[in-house]
């Protein structure tokens, strides 16, 4: 073969292998990241069966579970606070309502940690109560026990579910706490509807709900007003525990905060004095809009007493921020039977309406924001 010819087909070579090396390779395709797992969150408002959490735990696709029990217990002192306790008479408890929880296995949020360290976790609304921050301390009693916790981490109000304080579940014996009350699991995401399946399966005939993230939370604290926040608007108090259901508040509270007055379709009423705009407002608007027949009896306003169906909670009675109306039609647990248009103006004025909670109170309407004019445009 001659030189030209050979140095051509060299080059040929050269080309093709050159653009055999250089041709652009197929796209990589990222390998598809797994996806988190799911928080599902089964809550009642009344002690879950026995073992529950055991079984839930043994659905396949179900990663840890812990529990979450509560309660309410007497602040007996608080240190590198802002603000001093209220005083009180001998005997007297200052009620902060607590929940006990497991830590998270593998979760590293400062709830968590705190947790894992044995501190105590407070929420905003009790922090900004009691001007403490993270390393303030809370020693809390019932009966004559004492525990005094570290605060390790300050968390919003809604992750702590409504509670002022959360400490470390195996620090909880004897401080008179319910048995648990939510059980927060951690499933693998491909096998959530399976494993929510059988949680409902596992809680059939139980007042339970079950919830995963992405879900409307609210009922988890059936929508009330956390009690750091009842604290801060209507003030707080101390009380002397009775034999019996009722309870013996303050008197300088009493005398400073609840007062007697006539509302409209309701007649004379006691509550607490700040309420009175806002009741007022709900029942003059009935009267304006011909409604006025949807209000048949009036069943009461204050009353220093514990929650019916959970003795150890502080009703919200107790702070005269809530109101019975038409009892005879709801009572307690029933069915309710309130017409919608009592509940819709209500509900504009401020109140929550318990006939929707997991154990219905079809009576009950309790404060849960201020309003002055329910037409005013709301900040978005």
Not at 15 to 24: F, M
Not at 25 to 33: L, M, T
Request: charged residues 20%; glycine residues 10%; proline residues 8%.
């Amino acid at each position: 073969m001659g030189t030209p010819m050979r140095r051509m087909l060299v080059v040929f070579l050269c080309l093709a292998a050159c653009a055999t090396a250089c041709a652009p390779s197929p796209p990589r395709v990222p390998a598809a990241k797994p996806h988190p797992p799911v928080p599902v969150v089964i809550w009642s408002s009344r002690d879950l069966p026995a073992g529950l959490h055991q079984k839930v735990a043994a659905i396949d696709g179900v990663q840890w579970v812990t529990r979450m029990t509560v309660g309410m217990v007497d602040l007996v002192a608080v240190t590198a606070a802002s603000r001093a306790l209220p005083p009180r008479a001998r005997g007297a408890v200052l009620p902060l309502s607590i929940a006990a929880m497991e830590p998270s296995p593998g979760t590293h949020d400062a709830a968590t940690l705190a947790l894992n360290a044995g501190k105590a976790v407070l929420s905003e609304s009790e922090a900004n109560l009691r001007g403490m921050t993270v390393g303030s301390t809370m020693t809390i009693g019932a009966g004559t026990v004492r525990r005094t916790f570290s605060v390790g981490a300050i968390v919003p109000d809604l992750e702590g579910r409504g509670r002022e304080l959360i400490i470390p579940f195996n620090a909880s014996s004897g401080l008179g706490l319910t048995a648990p009350r939510a059980l927060i699991s951690s499933v693998e995401a491909n096998r959530v509807d399976e494993a929510v399946a059988q949680m409902k399966a596992l809680t059939e005939g139980v007042r339970a709900r079950i919830r995963t993230a992405g879900q409307d939370v609210g009922d988890f604290t059936q929508q009330v007003l956390p009690f750091g926040d009842v604290k801060r608007i209507f003030g707080e108090f101390t009380y002397r525990p009775t034999a019996g259901r009722f309870i013996v508040p303050d008197p300088v509270w009493e005398g400073a905060n609840i007062v007697q007055e006539r509302v409209p379709l309701l007649g004379l009423i006691a509550c607490n004095g700040k309420l009175l705009v806002q009741l007022g407002g709900a029942m003059r608007e009935l009267i304006a809009r011909g409604l006025s027949g949807l209000m048949r009896t009036y069943d009461g306003c204050y009353s220093p007493r514990m929650q019916v169906g959970n003795a150890y909670a502080l009703s919200r009675h107790a702070y005269g921020i809530a109101v019975d109306l038409n009892a005879g039609a709801n009572p307690y647990g029933a069915t309710p039977k309130q017409d919608p248009r009592l509940i819709e103006v209500m509900e504009r004025w401020g109140f929550t309406w318990g006939g929707r909670w997991l154990v219905p109170d079809g009576m009950h309407f309790e404060f849960v924001r201020l309003v002055t004019n329910p037409d005013a445009p709301t900040a978005g």
